[in-house]
């Protein structure tokens, strides 16, 4: 259907009954989770599980895992993927802390806070066993407009008590919570990657000088999305960082359910901050993903079968058959599109060839790539595979390791190169600005830009990336680059490699098609085409007015002006490829146009459509003016985000209409 969860309804026009519909039509979980017991435990008077009890958290913590292990698959046979793995892991600590959280209620803050965001697992199967949202609902996990996004978000999902942001960013706010409950235990689940952010740090500071009442149980599997940090970051120890910061630490063996009660009571007993930090390896027992970063994706169906059948659940291929894969209903069909290509991952693949047209020396000398455990997605892993000499495997710290790329850029004739997701590019914006007063030069590569194929949704979304020309009039030079196909990546990182400052390069999760012209040839993909830092691209001429675009909005602005040729409206196309430079000659060409139409995936707010209307007044240019942007919280899913936002076709069409007078 073209909107999963709502029928065939467009997002505006969807009425409660369209959607309770679709919600009922799903299958039958095959988890009953009626058999989860819920249990009673008042730790502050019982020092140890009786037999008993240790029957029943242990038979709880198989059903809490096996219903994890079948939705999360159901998020990988879907396409939406997901994270299996820790929430799989802390379905132990979760099971423990609700009988404390019954047992004791009035002792605790009764929310299971996590910092680990993509553990949102936990958070809806803990909605659906308070019956907040149906058993049923959870195979639709990080659908779009199923209210499952990729991280939990208040007011978004039944029963889901906060949002946790991003990653290592949620100690520091229960903090206040805790400030805010005197004389209660508040209890945040921790993962050794989170702890590995600078807010930690300081929110480990804060707990011990005020003696706050917060328990971390963090989850030390020694996995994170690249590797083993054992072996990729030697010396990081989260027991020993906490223990140094003044907390009292205890470490769990945390498949052992005794040594694991007895840890967590004594934290969540004990007067003042307190962690225990849960050993274990990821995914234990799930054949071919345990003690592995496969973990940190979706299971697949094939491993879930294989983990679920041995454990009665005897019907689970059937069931993970009636998932569908998802599809963009337009794929395929826009006008002006070609072939498929992943931009992020030209990113990488184009800088491993420059860097094989240096020599090793120079190589060696005049460049450091910073990875920030996220290289397999950012691409940049690729130079890892290549010239491992020039490539540093570093930990989840964004900003310590922009600032080291900046450092070691300094010198002139050097330059840092510097990966994440465009979301921690907001993270970053202080030591941005140390950079650029000590006339670094760093190449930033910032994929996950924009909103598409966005299933971590809000969070995730990399809407702010003006945020990097944060410098004065006179300062050091800063360049904004998003181009819109793979073609136009490489030329672009080829063009700018070699120039002094702060260049960054946008890029989405999503594969894009290529840009081809009236005539269907390719834009960008052919030999004679030269990147121009500076210079905007006029992809479609227009009589009617122009819309100004780039990255991912570009193919689908094409496709709407074609739709609207055939309808006898001649609208131009723009790409503006490069963000915070003025293309003279562009800009007064399409000002004396009827309208401008700024399309864009950046934030409304401060994206490009926030300052393009600035600079044509600037020029006494005065167009009728309209801009769309991302503006509104996210729907969770995919391709979804577009439409929702408003930048899809058939939304640029109706503003087009709008600014004509031809509604």
């Known amino acids: 259907p073209f909107f999963a969860c709502f029928g065939t309804s467009t997002y505006r026009s969807t009425t409660m009954a369209t959607t309770k519909k679709a919600r009922t039509s799903l299958p039958e979980f095959p988890i009953d989770l009626k058999k989860y017991n819920p249990i009673a435990i008042d730790p502050f008077t019982q020092e140890a599980l009786t037999p008993e009890q240790k029957v029943v958290i242990k038979a709880n913590i198989e059903l809490c895992r096996n219903a994890i292990i079948v939705f999360t698959a159901c998020g990988s046979k879907s396409g939406y993927g997901g994270h299996t793995g820790g929430a799989f892991d802390t379905a132990a600590e979760v099971a423990l802390l609700d009988a404390f959280f019954r047992g004791a209620a009035d002792k605790f803050v009764p929310i299971f806070f996590d910092e680990a965001g993509h553990r949102v697992a936990t958070q809806y199967l803990l909605s659906a066993l308070q019956g907040h949202i149906s058993a049923d609902s959870l195979q639709q996990y990080r659908k779009g407009n199923c209210k499952l996004p990729g991280h939990p978000e208040l007011g978004v999902t039944d029963g889901v008590a906060f949002s946790s942001g991003r990653l290592g960013h949620m100690w520091p706010y229960i903090n206040g919570v805790a400030l805010a409950n005197p004389g209660k235990r508040v209890v945040c689940l921790g993962s050794d990657g989170s702890q590995m952010e600078g807010n930690d740090a300081e929110a480990a500071r804060l707990a011990v000088a005020k003696n706050l009442n917060v328990s971390l149980l963090i989850d030390d599997n020694d996995v994170t999305i690249t590797g083993h940090p054992s072996e990729y970051f030697k010396g990081y120890d989260v027991a020993k960082t906490l223990a140094g910061h003044g907390l009292n630490v205890a470490v769990a063996q945390g498949e052992d359910i005794d040594d694991l009660y007895a840890k967590v009571r004594h934290s969540v007993t004990s007067a003042g901050p307190s962690a225990v930090v849960c050993k274990r390896v990821m995914c234990v027992g799930v054949k071919g993903v345990e003690g ?21 659940v005897t019907n689970i291929k059937e069931y993970l058959a009636t998932v569908e894969k998802t599809k963009d209903p337009q794929a395929g069909k826009y006008r002006g599109a070609g072939k498929i290509a992943s931009n992020r991952g030209t990113f990488g693949e184009t800088l491993v060839e420059i860097l094989g047209t240096m020599t090793p020396e120079d190589r060696k000398a005049k ?25 540093c495997r570093s930990g989840i710290m964004e900003r310590g390791n922009f600032s080291a790329a900046a450092g070691f850029g300094m010198e002139a004739g050097k330059q840092g190169i510097f990966a994440t997701f465009a979301a921690f590019l907001e993270m970053c914006t ?21 909103v598409d194929d966005m299933a971590d949704n809000t969070c995730h979304f ?4 003006f945020f990097a020309d944060n410098g004065l009039d006179d300062g050091y030079e800063t360049r904004l680059y998003f181009p819109a196909d793979a073609a136009q990546v490489r030329a672009c990182l080829k063009a700018v490699f070699p120039q002094p400052g702060l ?10 098609p290529h840009i081809l ?41 094409v496709d709407a002006v074609e739709q609207l040729k055939e309808q006898g409206i001649s609208v131009g196309v723009v790409n503006k490829s490069t963000l915070n430079l003025v293309d ?7 000002g004396a ?11 409304r707010r401060t994206g490009l459509g926030s300052r393009f209307g600035t600079w044509l007044l600037e020029r006494g240019l005065t167009p009728k003016y309209g801009y769309i942007g991302t503006h509104q919280e996210g729907c969770g899913g995919l391709w979804e985000h577009a439409y929702h936002q408003g930048y899809d076709p058939s939304s640029v069409i109706a503003k087009v209409k709008s600014l004509l007078g031809k509604e």
Do not use: W
């Open 292 to 312: 592995t970063h496969k973990g940190h994706d979706a299971v697949t169906p094939e491993a879930a079968i294989a983990y679920l059948e041995p454990r009665g």
């Open 367 to 391: 460049v450091l790539v910073i990875d920030s455990d996220l290289g397999t997605s950012t691409s940049i892993m690729k130079v890892n595979d290549a010239y491992p000499e020039v490539f």
């Open 430 to 450: 202080s030591e941005i600005t140390m950079a650029r007063l000590n006339r670094s030069n760093v190449l930033c590569h910032f994929s996950h830009s924009g």
């Open 462 to 465: 990399g809407l702010n990336g």
């Open 503 to 512: 260049r960054f390069i946008f890029t989405t999760r999503s594969k894009l």
């Open 517 to 557: 012209d009236g005539a269907g040839e390719p834009v960008y993909d052919r030999p004679d085409y030269t990147f121009q830092p500076g210079v905007d691209d006029v992809v479609r001429e227009g009589k009617d007015g122009y819309i100004v675009t780039f990255g991912d909005a570009l193919y689908r602005c």
């Open 584 to 590: 003279e000659g562009v800009m007064h060409k399409i």
């Open 593 to 603: 146009s009827p309208f401008v139409l700024v399309v864009e995936s950046f934030n």
